[in-house]
T-cell receptor, first 118, second 120 residues
Framework: AQKVTQAQTEISVVEKEDVTLDCVYE???????LFWYKQPPSGELVFLIR??????QNEISGRYSWNFQKSTSSFNFTITASQVVDSAVYFC???????????????FGKGTRLHILP | GAVVSQHPSWVICKSGTSVKIECRSL??????MFWYRQFPKKSLMLMAT???????TYEQGVEKDKFLINHASLTLSTLTVTSAHPEDSSFYIC????WGNGERPTDTQYFGPGTRLTVL
């Protein structure tokens, strides 16, 4: 069975600090996708990244970076030099391998509410 | 990127009435759409998978007679909450699966902006 655990329910940091959001996942499949989504107060989900299980390279996109460690089943997300606009709920998610014949669903973690204080 | 719309964005209705929520993929065709429900300060819970031209697949614990899903075209799926009650008040989010093309990334799910349902 698939499971995504975001142990940090809520985090508050002061603007310009770096912050890391933890994500640990469980799956029996050897091929899967991992995601991070941002949900600002407006409610709309914003796609941040998708990572294939075969690609363990870390990724950096501006102030965002992701650390994928298959050995520990973790996919952590770091925001560098945080800004007030980063305040939102962040969801880590997992999907087993999609194919033309399977409609594998995305399973979401419970989310981490991030407060960036000015 | 691809765009998914939902209508209405919010709705208030009386207990006992039915409410229909539309989910549209605006610039791509989606053979598969998903419906999620989110309670305040909670995570997204998948309700059902909607496949164009066939019956939806419901997750365990979701009443199919209560939440009717129709996916009649490649760009539209609807969720009807029948005989709504206050406990059905929630934020409903749909997503559409895009297999991609040369310009868009392959095999990605795009989410709609959500519909906030309040049942009085």
């Amino acid at each position: 069975a698939q499971k995504v655990t975001q142990a940090q329910t809520e985090i508050s940091v002061v603007e310009k600090e770096d912050v890391t959001l933890d994500c640990v996942y469980e799956t029996r499949d050897t091929t899967y996708y991992l995601f991070w989504y941002k949900q600002p107060p407006s409610g709309e989900l914003v796609f941040l990244i998708r990572r294939n299980s075969f690609d363990e390279q870390n990724e950096i996109s501006g102030r965002y970076s992701w650390n994928f460690q298959k050995s520990t089943s973790s996919f952590n997300f770091t925001i560098t030099a945080s800004q007030v606009v980063d305040s939102a709920v962040y969801f880590c998610a997992l999907s087993e391998r999609w194919s033309m014949n399977r409609d594998d669903k995305i399973i979401f973690g419970k989310g981490t509410r991030l407060h960036i204080l000015p | 990127g691809a765009v998914v719309s939902q209508h209405p964005s919010w709705v208030i209705c009386k207990s006992g009435t039915s409410v229909k929520i539309e989910c549209r993929s605006l610039d791509f065709q989606a053979t598969t759409m998903f419906w999620y429900r989110q309670f305040p300060k909670k995570s997204l819970m998948l309700m059902a998978t909607s496949n164009e031209g066939s019956k939806a697949t419901y997750e365990q614990g979701v009443e199919k007679d209560k939440f009717l899903i129709n996916h009649a075209s490649l760009t539209l799926s609807t969720l009807t909450v029948t005989s709504a009650h206050p406990e059905d008040s929630s934020f409903y989010i749909c997503s559409a699966r895009d297999w991609g093309n040369g310009e868009r990334p392959t095999d990605t799910q795009y989410f709609g902006p959500g519909t906030r349902l309040t049942v009085l």
